[in-house]
């Protein structure tokens, strides 16, 4: 593929290329933005909104108190484990300011899942929400972690609401089990003596890391993706340049449902929605519909970041419906396939097209998106500025126009490596800098990309991906275990659901209900298999290798 074959596939007015070395950090693009639109809103929660000028203030105090107050140096990790709250970005950007590379965790994680995350990036220090702290109590004489920081949902709320809010969640709705942590510091405890103190401001070098995000990659052993200050640098000048026709500097409200723990959340309403000025209506739970629906009321949303589930439900909701969506003019997609009827369901209830894009953590993650001009459904569109694809053979030679092959990104947006795996980052991106997505796509003669096939085995429920490997590794602990098998099969709402399919070792006995609560005990939520089956033998490979893939098939021959 030529390197200019995209040149003439962008929209008029549309940059082919971006300047990746236009900041030298991610830092440079806060201050200068904070200055800029310091009196702007930045981000909006719980009734609550702090400008871009507060979040510099904030985040400068909480870097102030790491530096003063802790051990912390510059280099170290900190795992950052919260919803989409307030003191989210305050706590990222103080961290960065603070030198340190920030670990985004999961606030669904079980205690096996922290526990090699942390001890696997080598975190020194964890942020977290009080709600799954009595789990991190569990988890802290298992690692290296000397600072904990402990906040409660409402601790960036006025005082009194702030006094009600932690109460509801505590005492009424019962969602903080005990804990106790004796080091642990409260966060606003953290603000409070860092309020005034001197930043000694980092400076981080372009191709430092500024986050460590962790992925299973094309395998289910979760690695953290080296992401370089330029990387999220150059992600967030891409995604302007595609989004920036359709907003306009400091006028937009962008719903934030997506959480902001997620790269792609991460990049588009922590960096590209600061780079234009914009706010953030951070949705905590999207899960609770009525009050999201709530949040959502009364506010002019002139943008939306969701995927595939979450517009489903919505459009399903009479009270959805009936909000005023006249001011909708972008409504972006990723994370799993979007389908034509949801997004033409999308259309009818809010006026407003979607942009479908696609992307992995190791890309920063945006690799392409459907430029609004010109939307194909069923498309994941065309390369954002800067970047090529091509289409490889098993032999890893590009293939011609429209034929299938494995989908191959190059581009300022790639990141690094994998921490510590030097193994794994040769397997995945080549010596020429080409990452291997494991995606099975094809490109049409008009340039527009097409995903053909997934990773060969991988599942994605409600946009999180699930790794087969990682679920039956979880699954062999159990004695009665002699072979086990994860697959997906399709789901109108979660657009997969998992099913584990068992052989048990000879005289063994294990229920559905057993098999359920083990998985439960040891994997997220979404994670957890909703079907079980239980056969004599599951058909293998000569070598002894389970395949999956007929497994796969016999299901979706079932269902027609």
Known sequence: MSDNFWTDKYPEGMATEINPDAYPNVLAVLKESCERFAN???????????????????????????????????????????PN??????????????????????????????????????????????????????VLPK???????????????????RCIVNAVVKYVK????????????????????????????????????????????????????????????????????????????????????LPLYHIYAFTVHCMVMMITGNRNLLITNPRDLPSMIKDLAGEKITAF?????????????????????????LTLSGGMALQKAVAERWEEVTGSPICEGYGMTET?????????????????GIPVPSTTCK??????????????????????????????????????????????????????????????????????????????NELEDVLSQLPEVAQCAAIGIPDERTGETIKMFVALAEGASLTEEQVIKHMRDNVTGYKVPRAVEFREELPTTNVGKILRRSLRDEELAKLG
Not at 48 to 57: D, F, M, S, V
Not at 87 to 94: H, L, T
Not at 108 to 136: I, P, W
Not at 391 to 405: N, Q, R, S, W, Y
Request: proline share 5%; glycine share 8%; charged share 20%.
């Open 40 to 82: 702007n809103p930045a981000f909006t929660n719980l009734g609550k909104t702090i400008t871009y000028g507060e979040l510099y203030e904030l985040s400068g105090q909480f870097a102030a108190y790491l530096q003063s107050h802790t051990n912390l140096q510059p280099g170290d990790r900190i795992a950052v484990q919260m």
């Open 174 to 257: 019962k969602m903080v089990p005990a804990y106790h942590i004796p080091t642990a510091v409260k966060f606003t405890k953290a603000m409070s003596l860092g309020k005034g103190g001197q930043v000694k401001e980092a400076q981080p070098s372009a191709e430092d890391i500024a986050v460590l995000q962790y992925t299973g990659g094309t395998t289910g052993v979760a690695k953290g993706a080296m992401l370089t200050h330029r990387n999220l640098v150059a992600n967030m000048l891409q995604c302007k340049e595609v989004m920036g026709a359709n907003l306009d500097e400091g006028e937009e409200t962008i719903v934030a449902p």
């Open 391 to 468: 289409i490889v053979d098993e032999e890893g030679k590009e293939v011609p126009l429209g034929e299938p092959g494995e989908l191959c990104v190059k581009g300022p947006q790639v990141m690094k490596g994998y921490w510590q795996r030097p193994d794994d980052t040769a397997d995945t991106i080549d010596k020429e800098g080409w990452l291997h997505t494991g995606d099975v796509a094809l490109i049409q003669e008009d340039g527009y990309l097409r995903i053909v096939d997934r990773k060969k085995d991988m599942i994605v429920v409600s946009g999180f991906n699930v790794y087969p």
């Open 305 to 329: 970041v969701g995927l595939n589930t979450l517009f489903v439900a919505l459009c399903n909701n009479a009270d959805f419906r009936a909000l005023d969506w006249s001011h909708l003019k």
């Open 85 to 138: 709250v307030l003191q989210y970005p305050v706590v990222v950007f103080g961290a960065m300011r603070a030198g340190l590379v920030v670990v985004n965790t999961n606030p669904l994680y079980t205690t096996r899942e922290m526990e090699h995350q942390f001890n696997d990036s080598g975190a020194k220090a964890l942020v977290c929400l009080a709600n799954m702290a009595s789990l991190a109590e569990e």
């Open 364 to 380: 920063s993650p945006v690799v392409s998106v459907n430029p609004i001009q010109n939307i194909q459904l069923g498309t994941i």
């Open 143 to 161: 690692t290296q972690i000397e600072t904990v920081i402990i906040t409660e949902v409402g601790d960036m709320l006025p005082p009194l609401k």
